[in-house]
């Protein structure tokens, strides 16, 4: 450690905004098997993925050649808008733990999408335009993604469609609101505007809808609207690409002080945000120039990683896309309501599956209890009002950081703030009445999930 005193928030300049992101993939661990083409069991080709996704993500998807990817001169603009990030020294956290340790947090939520997933949804939206196309479409359930994408097609001048699961649209009308306001066209799902959602509704009149049924809707809409493709917010590695950003400005900012973490958190929904804050260091790992560990963080209610099985499985409930090799509950696994609804994923990125599999990564499963009690704590001292998917990565920051206490080490501890918890007062208020409860899936349950793991003989 050079000495010099580290300020509560290190800023980074304008000009020292990464003019690469980072492709963890030229490194043999963080490969994994071709996604499959469910019919014939063949690995899928660039023209396959290209009819769903836009040219440029899949090549970069299917990059394992280029260590950098340059970002484009027009993306970097938007980005300027709210990057670079400040990354923070939580002096307080660390007072109020009277830890010996060092606790660092990138901090994502200063954009009105309040989270990482702009950093994609840009980069996304970019090349649908340089492509030529008019449209883009996805699902939301929570509503951050659907809130990201609408600003980014707002801002590049696309137009979007999103499927946002019928339930969540009335519970959380201002995300609603938010969209609309950026432009979106903002469809309930199940609606009467696809042949998916037309048949959902006949079977299920009056259900709240899925994340699953949504996401057949925006494919569907997708495939057959001219100059239009779908867009994912997470579980890709394209998209993982994307948000290296989070961790090679995490990093330029710590190495002008000589520091290197011991210890990287991230909380774990597709995998998106802890793959990009993890790409950097753990490349510094894999050169053999550092020892730095990392640790994910799963919701108990959703432990794909901790508790899944290691199979080819369909990334969406309603099996219309490719087959991903990755730790999964079943794309059939319904994850109980819990307030981390970023979290409730039945998969994992297929780069983090190979990494916890070949034991680069470890991870952890914590219940919501555990989980608002470290927003909280988090909130009353740092100042920042957590999303619940963040206060996960919190959560293990802490326990980690009391483990430093009771064993006298001083670490180093590094973890991604993905976002802010505006939109989950009601999550608060279950917490703040003390009505908030632990959800586990039972064993009968996961096995039912892993019963829709496809097979594949
Ligand atoms: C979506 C979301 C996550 C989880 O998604 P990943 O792809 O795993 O990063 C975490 N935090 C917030 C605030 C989110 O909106």
New binding site residues.
């Given amino acids: 450690m050079s000495g010099k005193k580290v300020p509560y928030k290190m800023y980074l300049s304008e000009e020292e905004l990464p003019r690469c992101w980072y492709n963890l993939k030229v490194y043999e661990p963080a490969r994994h098997p071709p996604f499959l083409n469910p019919e014939t069991k063949l690995p899928c080709t660039a023209e396959e993925l290209e009819r769903v996704f836009c040219r440029e993500c899949v090549a970069q998807e299917l990059n394992e050649r280029d260590e950098w990817i340059e970002i484009p001169q027009e993306l970097r603009r938007f980005y300027l808008t709210f990057r670079p990030s400040p990354l923070v020294r939580a002096y307080f956290l660390e007072e109020l733990l009277d830890t010996p340790a060092e606790i660092y947090y990138k901090f994502e939520?200063n954009n009105t999408s309040?989270?990482?997933?702009l950093n994609s949804a840009a980069a996304q939206a970019y090349y649908a335009k340089k492509q030529g196309l008019t449209s883009v479409t996805t699902e939301t359930g929570?509503g951050?993604?659907g809130t990201a994408l609408s600003m980014a097609a707002a801002f590049f001048g696309l137009h979007l469609d999103v499927f946002m699961v019928k339930i969540s649209s009335e519970q959380k009308p201002y995300r609603k609101e938010v969209m609309r306001t950026y432009g979106a066209n903002v469809i309930p799902s199940p609606s009467d505007t696809t042949r998916a959602g037309r048949k959902l509704l006949e079977q299920f009149p009056g259900t709240g809808g899925s994340l699953g049924c949504a996401i057949s809707e925006a494919v569907e809409r997708a495939a057959e609207t001219p100059n239009c493709r779908y867009v994912l917010?997470?579980?890709l590695d394209h998209?993982l690409l994307h948000?290296s950003i989070i961790g090679l400005e995490s990093k330029i900012a710590l190495d002008k002080y000589g520091i290197v973490p011991d210890l990287v958190i991230g909380?774990?929904?597709?995998?998106?945000?802890?793959g990009g804050l993890l790409a950097p260091f753990l490349g510094e790992v894999l050169k053999g120039r550092a020892k730095t560990r990392f640790l994910g963080v799963e919701p108990s209610s959703c432990p794909s990683l901790t508790r899944g099985k290691y199979a080819y499985d369909f990334c969406d409930s309603a099996q219309m896309t490719p087959l991903a090799k990755m730790y999964t509950l079943g794309c059939g696994f319904m994850p109980s309501h819990n307030h981390a609804g970023?979290?409730r994923y039945h998969g994992m990125?297929p780069i983090l599956s190979a990494l916890y599999h070949g034991g680069c990564l470890d991870a952890v499963a914590v219940g919501q209890r555990k989980v608002f009690d470290a927003a909280v704590k988090f909130a009353r001292c740092e100042g920042i009002l957590p999303?619940p998917?963040?206060a996960h990565a919190i959560s293990a920051a802490i326990d980690e950081a009391i483990r430093c206490r009771e064993e006298g080490r001083k670490e180093v501890i590094l973890f991604g703030l993905?976002?802010t918890g505006y939109f989950d007062l009601s999550a608060y208020r279950q917490y703040n009445d003390g009505t908030l409860e632990d959800i586990m899936p039972e064993e009968e349950e996961l096995a039912r999930g892993f019963a829709t793991i496809p097979s594949l003989t």
């Fill in positions: 939520g309040g989270s990482h997933k929570a951050q993604w917010g997470s579980v998209v948000q909380c774990m929904g597709g995998g998106s945000n802890f970023g979290l990125s999303a998917e963040s993905t976002g």
